[in-house]
């Protein structure tokens, strides 16, 4: 499908939906600062050897892995970022009711704090704002980890038991929560209107979700900067901006 799209028969779609179900990726919180991972100016793009950080097997066996994302996390541009308007945008759908469920992939609790409801958000991929012990499951929350970091500790151990401590996110070779997986799902298959906003698409099993609406029958309306595996057979594909196209796209709701 061609990468174009007439808000106005979007903004219909979105009106008539019974059940409007929204996923996101790195995409929408790009233009908060935050850069992607796969895109062409991505981490991983620009440093292969960064993916390591973020994937399990690598962060448990070497020391050095760990190390380096614990920098990472203390420089990361993520405590400094604020929602943008493509954020501000899905919370005031939510406010026109026109907004059941909002799958986000990104891990910087952005949408939340632009005003989308907590209850209605499925963080797949975790969140950020806090750390896991690997051995105990003690939690806590990250910028207390972060200050010790500051501190001179350079792999920091859990304060209970002594463990591993990592961020409370999912990693390559970690399973997702199996409660958030099975919500989206259910999400997915109610939905008769699915939005991807903002996600390559590549990374399951969040990527399914579009084909779950699309065997129940929803229409699927995609929203990236770059191709994706679903642009042909999505009812609509835009390539602009987010924080440009979503709120002109909300307001004609």
């Not at 920098?71 to 945008?89: I, K, L, Q």
């Not at 609790?109 to 806090?130: R, Y």
């Not at 972060?146 to 970690?174: N, Y």
Request: net charge negative.
């Amino acid at each position: 499908m061609a990468a174009n799209v007439d808000l106005d028969i979007v903004a219909g779609w979105l009106r008539d939906a019974r059940n409007v179900v929204v996923l996101t990726g790195a995409g929408i919180s790009t233009e908060s600062g935050i850069p992607d991972f796969r895109g062409p100016d991505g981490v991983w793009t620009k440093n292969p050897a960064a993916e390591k950080t973020a994937t399990l097997s690598h962060y448990v066996a070497d020391p050095e892995v760990r190390r380096l994302s614990w920098r990472n996390r203390v420089e990361s541009p993520m405590w400094r970022a604020e929602p943008n308007a493509a954020h501000r945008a899905l919370a005031h759908l939510e406010r026109k009711g026109r907004l059941d469920t909002l799958v986000t992939q990104n891990v910087d609790g952005l949408h939340q704090k632009a005003g989308t409801s907590p209850e209605i958000v499925v963080e797949i991929h975790g969140n950020v704002h806090e750390v896991v012990c690997l051995a105990c499951e003690w939690r806590g929350p990250m910028e207390e980890t972060l200050d010790r970091v500051r501190a001179g500790e350079d792999d920091p151990a859990c304060v209970s038991c002594g463990g591993m401590l990592k961020s409370a996110t999912i990693s390559f070779g970690q399973n997702l929560v199996p409660e958030d997986l099975a919500r989206a799902q259910r999400a997915a298959a109610r939905c008769d209107l699915f939005l991807a906003l903002g996600t390559s698409l590549g990374v399951y099993p969040a990527a399914a979700l579009p084909d779950v609406a699309l065997t129940n029958g929803a229409r699927l309306v995609i929203m990236n900067a770059q191709e994706t595996p679903f642009d042909p057979v999505a009812d609509a594909v835009s390539r602009d901006q987010l924080g440009t196209v979503l709120p002109d796209l909300v307001a004609r709701v």
